[in-house]
């Protein structure tokens, strides 16, 4: 098995066991201490780099009003029943 610094490539520094906050959720007070260029997690990377609306005609633009659809063709016809405890939920299954 190989020790922890020549996985990381760097020194690894144990927290003393009252920081391990015992009884709490912790991360198991393994700290790497030389990284230089840490990267960011994916939901982290994605809100810092997100585009922001900079431009005054971009934050105050209203949304897209569309027109309204047209009607639906005889073969897709709406039922819509006037009154929901008459219409059986589910048909009966089919008896063997």
Same mark, same amino acid.
């Given at each position: 098995m &190989? &020790? @922890?610094s020549s996985m990381f490539g760097c020194g690894a520094v144990?927290?003393?066991p009252q920081a391990l906050g015992i009884g709490k959720r &912790?991360?198991?007070g393994l700290? =790497?201490?030389c990284s230089s260029r840490p990267k960011k997690k994916a939901t982290a990377h994605h809100m810092k780099t997100r585009p922001r609306k900079s431009q005054p005609?971009? =934050?105050n633009?209203? %949304?897209t009003v569309y027109d309204p659809m047209p009607p639906l %063709? %005889?073969?897709?016809? @709406?039922i819509i029943p006037a009154d929901a405890s008459s219409v059986p939920d589910?048909? %009966?299954p089919p008896s063997a």
């Amino acid at each position: 098995m &190989s &020790s @922890l610094s020549s996985m990381f490539g760097c020194g690894a520094v144990m927290a003393p066991p009252q920081a391990l906050g015992i009884g709490k959720r &912790s991360d198991g007070g393994l700290t =790497i201490v030389c990284s230089s260029r840490p990267k960011k997690k994916a939901t982290a990377h994605h809100m810092k780099t997100r585009p922001r609306k900079s431009q005054p005609w971009d =934050i105050n633009r209203k %949304p897209t009003v569309y027109d309204p659809m047209p009607p639906l %063709p %005889p073969d897709w016809t @709406l039922i819509i029943p006037a009154d929901a405890s008459s219409v059986p939920d589910a048909p %009966p299954p089919p008896s063997a």
